[in-house]
């Protein structure tokens, strides 16, 4: 039972490259998240999707771009990478809020460093 | 806007004392409270709600609405406690976003 799975776990960019990083949940979830881990701030939302082909904005979305094609699986792109979004990022998803207020299970991170 | 704040970064014990983390919340409505906790190279898992009033790991929090504060507590810490906790708010509605305090590390003294 994977839960949520993200990859990769390590990259390190250049700033002005791009890439996308892809979360994968099996727990048939419709709601899924992105958060940015720093030192001192805790976890901030980038992005979050409430169910397949939707998207909404959260605390820090600039820089940021998300889709959710499939319902099981919510990518995270960077367009033009900067040093300032060097971080730890975490995927999470939940079920549906119609069952109460369901906890979040999250992925184990990915690493980003630009450079 | 709701806001959770986590006064201590940095909250050291040794073993087998009491432990106390903080958290204060702002919401003007009926807010749900969890606590999250990290342990080195895990990923995050959620340690209790207060909606479930239960005691995972010998923790327990309770929602205090009259000081807007849900603070974690364990009468006896062990080493295996030591991780990062963060405290976070659901404001309801038909977003379950969360918002998440800034975190305490907790360091449990042999």
């Known amino acids: 039972n994977a839960g949520v799975t993200q990859t990769p776990k390590f990259r390190v960019l250049k700033t002005g490259q791009s890439m996308t990083l892809l979360c994968a949940q099996d727990m048939n979830h419709e709601y899924m998240y992105w958060y940015r881990q720093d030192p001192g701030m805790g976890l901030r939302l980038i992005h979050y999707?409430?169910?397949?082909?939707?998207?909404a904005k959260g605390e820090v979305p600039d820089g940021y771009n998300v889709s959710r094609l499939k319902k099981q699986n919510f990518l995270l792109g960077l367009e033009s990478a900067a040093p300032s979004q060097t971080s730890v990022y975490f995927c999470?998803?939940?079920?549906?809020?119609?069952?109460?207020?369901?906890?979040?299970?999250f992925g184990d991170g990915t690493r980003l460093s630009i450079l | 806007a709701q806001r959770v704040t986590q006064p201590e970064k940095l909250l050291s014990v040794f073993k087998g004392a009491p432990v106390e983390l903080k958290c204060n919340y702002s919401?003007?409505?009926?807010?749900?409270l969890f606590w999250y906790v990290q342990y080195s190279r895990q990923r995050l898992q959620l340690l209790l709600r207060h909606i479930s009033r239960e005691s995972i790991k010998g923790f327990t929090a309770d929602l205090n609405k009259g000081e807007t504060s849900f603070h974690l507590k364990k009468p006896f810490a062990q080493e295996e406690d030591s991780a990062m906790y963060y405290c976070a708010l659901h404001s309801g509605g038909s977003n379950y976003k969360l918002t998440f305090g800034k975190g305490t590390l907790l360091t449990v003294n042999p």
């Open positions: 919401y003007s409505g009926s807010p749900e």
């Open positions: 999707s409430v169910g397949e082909g939707t998207t």
């Open positions: 999470a998803s939940s079920l549906a809020g119609w069952y109460g207020n369901q906890p979040q299970h």
